[in-house]
């Protein structure tokens, strides 16, 4: 990916103490506010509550709509080199389920993003995804699984499903049926808390 490109991704950042520790989000529509007004996505609502537990971080939103694992593993090494952050949050791999792409390539893809950040000192949470049951008892059961397992094998912090208490209520939903409404973006922060709290306590005290 163009640096012009990984600019405009980071340009959503929602900032703490300009000298705080970076946490970084990769992901893609789910956590880029697609169809949200700004403010409203999970990811402004993280920064939102870190500040009333009195974490102090910043926070670098690198989401871009319908990225794949294959676009966040070749931007990646950027955003490193250029936030530092101490905590990587991947949010990647539904696009990748929803075109039916090779789990292989999505496995290998999320696991060089694992391992860029860990190379780089950074603590990861890997944000797990599912797909709808139409693609096939096979693919449907192997993606979801290949999450936690790149989880176990890495000793990485993980959210096992991003819209947990979300996928299953229509009336969450954006017309497109994909992207969720502002509404249910704090469920999907309270699914993402319980893998991010630990890293944030083991990173920065909480004053």
């Known amino acids: 990916m163009a640096a012009g490109l990984l600019l405009a991704a980071c340009a959503t950042v929602s900032s703490g103490a300009p000298s705080a520790p970076a946490i970084l989000v990769v992901g893609d529509s789910l956590s880029a506010e697609y169809g949200l007004q700004r403010g409203q996505g999970w990811v402004a609502l993280m920064q939102q509550r870190l500040k009333e537990k009195h974490f102090d971080y910043s926070v670098t939103n690198a989401s871009i709509s319908g990225d794949t694992t294959a676009g966040g593993a070749a931007r990646i090494g950027v955003a490193l080199k250029n936030i530092k952050p101490v905590i990587v949050i991947i949010e990647l791999g539904s696009n990748d389920g929803l075109r039916g792409l090779s789990l292989d390539d999505s496995r290998a893809n999320l696991e060089s993003m694992i391992l860029a950040s860990q190379r780089a000192g950074a603590k990861v949470l890997l944000i797990g995804m599912q797909i709808p049951p139409n693609y096939g008892r096979d693919y449907t059961e192997k ?32 017309a497109d049926g994909l992207h969720p409404l502002a509404q249910a973006h704090p469920r999907i ?7 991010l709290e630990p890293l944030l306590k083991g990173a920065l005290p909480k004053r």
């Open 189 to 195: 922060l309270n699914n993402v808390w319980p893998g």
């Open 143 to 174: 993606f979801k699984a290949l999450f936690p397992e790149l989880a176990r094998k890495h000793k990485v912090s993980l959210a096992p499903f991003l819209l947990e208490g979300v996928g299953e209520k229509p009336e969450l939903f954006q």
